[in-house]
């Protein structure tokens, strides 16, 4: 059956036979589907889990590392097979677009060997979505973060303030802050900052701190009440365990209107050495009120047990606050930042033409010709990164760029022209491929410098009674901002490029050696 196939790829699709494309993608495929599958096992949410111990990614690490060298090892057993035949230095006869559609053929193979994590990824955020939609999971982020206004957790406001007196800035020290309209005192429920998740931005947390602060002040009940329900509703989903219901709950953290007569109600049953949470997709904020010298732990709030000669500490009451928010916030980080988003997909292509243009180069010259473009080429980098150092501008080595790449490009039209001999061409021809996908990049950098340096960009800070001061720039701010754009547009001046050379260089392939 296999020979039947391969038979009739080499009667009626040579350039697939060829290329060997169609069996090695296939191939590609299924790794694509196996690392698919561990990705979507990998997503798995484990709701009940609390620890706050760091994620170093260690498996991820594995991944990518596995990934890595199949991808290795399947490059070196299909060049192996793809470099035995070739059509293009045997002078078979050929269509116009046939060495186009052979490097698309290159393009596809580099771009599916290239990328068996983005599906390991992909799927491992698929996973965390597919729990809840993007509407539900705002709505559960948000009763959440709410709800870290009222259980133990970090001030808004420090128990220092700087003023500036008789010249000087000094530290003074303070019990009570302003809010609205009266003061409260720093350990009020008042002053109590929110625990946010990257799903939402500054302005939403701050919103939602505020609702909270004002259902506080406006001594709205039921609103407080009705917020713990809720949440209690997602933990017993989940399978969660708490000592206090959400009525015993209000009833230790309500305090009207001072809100400081309150018990502190623990995140966790017990407490980890760790000062802060690494929680994937949740912010972190080091920032809090600073404790009085010589505190000791809140026995209205804490047990302390010793097991072995090591201390632990116990919250008395506690809700599971801290599983929810690792739990949530995977999947709010799934949501607001996946790991296979448009910068990472538009690195794999980048990565996959770079490798299809080698191959590709390779194809059409030779392995001597490939060598010594390589060299040469390395050799030029190394004498333009001294020159730049040398005259310390900092665009230097892109202008060089530029004027390499499209000495190259003029040298390879004079030879098209003359018709005479290739002269070194089979060397530059390489050297062109490698050069072009930067190109455009390259240009774009310069651009940008060089509007700056002729708009005054540089010089635009002023100092004056209300402190430094910056003139706006729109377009090279929107310049900067808006480079995706830019890579975009070269993806396609790539293909392009590559449709108009490609049929060059079959002209190129019939002048004489020398």
Not at 314 to 340: C, H, M, Q, W
Not at 341 to 359: D, R, T
Not at 443 to 467: C, F, M, N, W
Request: aromatic letters at 18%; charged letters at 20%.
């Amino acid at each position: 059956m296999f020979a039947n196939i391969q038979k009739k790829l080499l009667l009626t699709h040579p350039l697939l036979w060829n290329s060997k494309i169609a069996l090695f993608s296939v191939l590609t495929l299924i790794f694509h589907l196996i690392f698919f599958l561990m990705g979507y096992s990998k997503g798995e949410i484990d709701f009940k889990d609390s620890n706050n111990f760091y994620d170093y990614g260690i498996d991820n690490t594995i991944i990518v590392f596995v990934s890595v060298l199949i991808s290795i090892l399947m490059s070196i057993i299909w060049v192996v097979y793809y470099s035995r035949n070739n059509a293009f230095k045997s002078f078979y006869p050929k269509g116009k677009f046939s060495l186009y559609r052979e490097w698309l053929l290159i393009l596809l193979f580099c771009i599916l060997n290239s990328s068996y994590a983005a599906s390991f990824f992909y799927a491992q955020d698929l996973k965390a979505r597919n729990y809840f939609s993007e509407e539900e999971v705002s709505r559960r982020l948000e009763i959440i973060s709410l709800s870290s206004l009222f259980v133990e957790g970090p001030y808004r406001e420090s128990n220092f303030i700087t003023e500036y007196k008789d010249g000087k800035y000094l530290q003074v020290e303070r019990d009570s802050f302003q809010y609205g309209s009266r003061n409260y005192s720093l350990k009020s429920l008042v002053n109590k900052r929110i625990q946010g998740f990257t799903y939402f931005n500054d302005e939403k947390d701050s919103l939602m701190e505020l609702k909270g602060k004002r259902w506080l002040i406006e001594n709205k009940k039921d609103s407080i009440q009705l917020l713990f329900r809720e949440f209690f509703k997602i933990s017993k989903e989940h399978g969660l365990s708490s000592n206090i219901t959400p009525e015993k709950w209000f009833e230790l953290i309500y305090d009207y209107p001072e809100f400081t007569e309150y018990i502190n109600v623990g995140k966790t049953s017990k407490e980890y050495s760790q000062n802060y949470s690494y929680y994937e997709g949740v912010n972190v904020d080091y920032d809090y009120a600073i404790e009085p010298e010589g505190v000791t732990h809140d026995t209205l709030s804490k047990t302390i047990k010793v097991v072995g000669g090591q201390e632990y500490i116990y919250s008395k009451y506690y809700v599971p606050f801290d599983a929810l928010t690792k739990s949530y916030g995977k999947i709010s980080r799934a949501y607001e930042n996946p790991v296979v988003n448009l910068e990472f997909i538009m690195s794999l292509i980048y990565l996959a033409i770079g490798l299809s243009l080698c191959v590709f180069s390779f194809k059409i010259t030779s392995g001597r010709n490939w060598l010594i473009a390589f060299v040469t080429l390395g050799l030029f980098g190394i004498i333009s990164g001294i020159i730049s150092v040398i005259i310390r501008y900092s665009m230097t080595f892109p202008i060089i760029y530029i004027l390499l790449f499209l000495g190259l490009l003029f040298y390879f039209v004079i030879i098209l022209k003359a018709k005479e001999s290739k002269g070194i061409t089979g060397i530059t021809i390489n050297q062109t491929l490698w050069l072009m996908p930067a190109i455009i990049p390259t240009a774009y950098a310069v651009l940008i410098d060089i509007l700056k340096r002729t708009s005054g960009y540089y010089e635009s800070y002023s100092y004056g009674a209300d402190g430094m001061k910056r003139e706006q720039f729109p377009r090279i701010e929107w310049l900067e901002e808006h480079y995706v754009y830019m890579f975009i547009l070269n993806i396609v001046f790539i293909f392009l490029f590559m449709l108009l050379f490609s049929i060059y260089i079959k002209k190129w392939k019939g002048i004489a050696e020398a």
